[in-house]
């Protein structure tokens, strides 16, 4: 069996000094949900030091990547306050101009069954008129971008497509039916993962056997650990310290056979962000349920103007 190894830097990935030229033959990753406020509140000044950000990890992920290969974002559009910011437009705009050729855009469906009656959908509900419609997301966004170049494939009839599968599943459509997520597993109190089902359909699409995939942003693992069990080494950068326990769990850091070769390397410009990530995202959840009993009172006197809250958005006095 090839010696598959896995390399776990601590740091941020604006400085990928760790990773040589053109060594990486895949790049899965999924940023950080600009400010979304149940998974990173107010974690960025500003959008456009987000959108720096974006741009600084795009310049070393072209300078990793080896040519011919491809870079795979997983992300969404985020509605902030009311103001839907384009997250994904700005990104392709930002790859290109960094010298990447935008080759494919899928959409991720994700399962309604976990949506019932929320703020958004069930506003037209309370309110069942025009300009009162909020629609549910059930979908993000897989981009694919590709450094120009070509590359000698490797490995190529160990790393053969299972067709059978590729027909069963759809693999050949843009629209991938994926089930997220669901909110209580054990890992979506760290951060906001993608299935593993999506990361292996990427790695086996876009990779081959022995190859190394690299995430800029680790978050829990899910693309080191996958990437693992296809056979392929892989790279992860994680700027938060305090997810250094449930990466290693996550990716089999005990196993006593079989389990790849680890190397973890602590930066001194590493962080520790979840704690207080965590107690942010308490009181947003502590002021939606507030905003929830106010809902549910009623005036006790004339002249009293009960505030409902609609998906932080807007107020309706009455």
């Known amino acids: 069996m090839r010696t598959k190894w896995i390399k776990i830097i ?46 600084d990890v795009g310049k070393e992920i072209f300078r990793v990547l080896e040519q011919g290969r491809v870079a795979v974002f997983v992300v969404g559009d985020v509605r902030i306050d009311g103001e839907l910011y384009p997250i994904v437009a700005d990104l392709i705009k930002i790859m290109q101009s960094l010298g990447f ?14 949506i019932k009656i929320s703020k958004r959908s069930g506003n037209i509900i309370q309110h069942p008129y025009p300009l009162y419609y909020y629609p549910d997301n059930i979908y993000e966004e897989i981009v694919i971008f590709k450094k120009p170049g070509k590359f000698i494939p490797r490995n190529k009839e160990e790393s053969k497509i299972d067709l059978n599968e590729f027909q069963k599943e759809k693999w050949y459509l843009n629209i991938w039916e994926i089930p997220n997520v669901l909110p209580n597993n054990k890992y979506t109190k760290y951060t906001a993962p993608f299935p593993e089902e999506l990361a292996r359909r990427i790695i086996l699409l876009y990779s081959y056997v022995g190859d190394t995939v690299l995430d800029p942003f680790t978050g829990s693992g899910t693309t080191l650990k996958i990437a ?18 449930i990466i290693l769990e996550r990716i089999g850091v005990n196993t006593l056979f079989g389990g790849p070769q680890i190397q973890v390397i602590e930066r001194e410009d590493a962080k520790r962000l979840r704690s207080k990530l965590r107690e942010k995202i308490e009181q947003k959840l502590q002021e939606r349920k507030l905003e929830r009993k106010l809902k549910r009172q009623k005036p006790t006197r004339a002249g009293i103007d009960l505030t409902i809250w609609l998906n932080n958005e807007k107020t309706i006095k009455f």
Do not use: C
């Open 10 to 55: 601590f740091g941020d990935s604006r400085n990928m000094r760790e990773v040589e030229n053109e060594s990486v033959d895949l790049v899965l990753t999924s940023p950080p949900y600009y400010n979304a406020p149940y998974d990173f509140p107010d974690l960025f000044p500003s959008y456009d030091d987000y959108l720096n950000l974006l741009r």
């Open 228 to 245: 693992h069990e296809l056979g392929r080494n892989a790279i992860g950068y994680e700027i938060d310290l305090e997810l250094k326990d």
């Open 101 to 114: 050729k935008y080759q494919e855009r899928i959409i991720w469906r994700k399962s309604e069954i976990y």
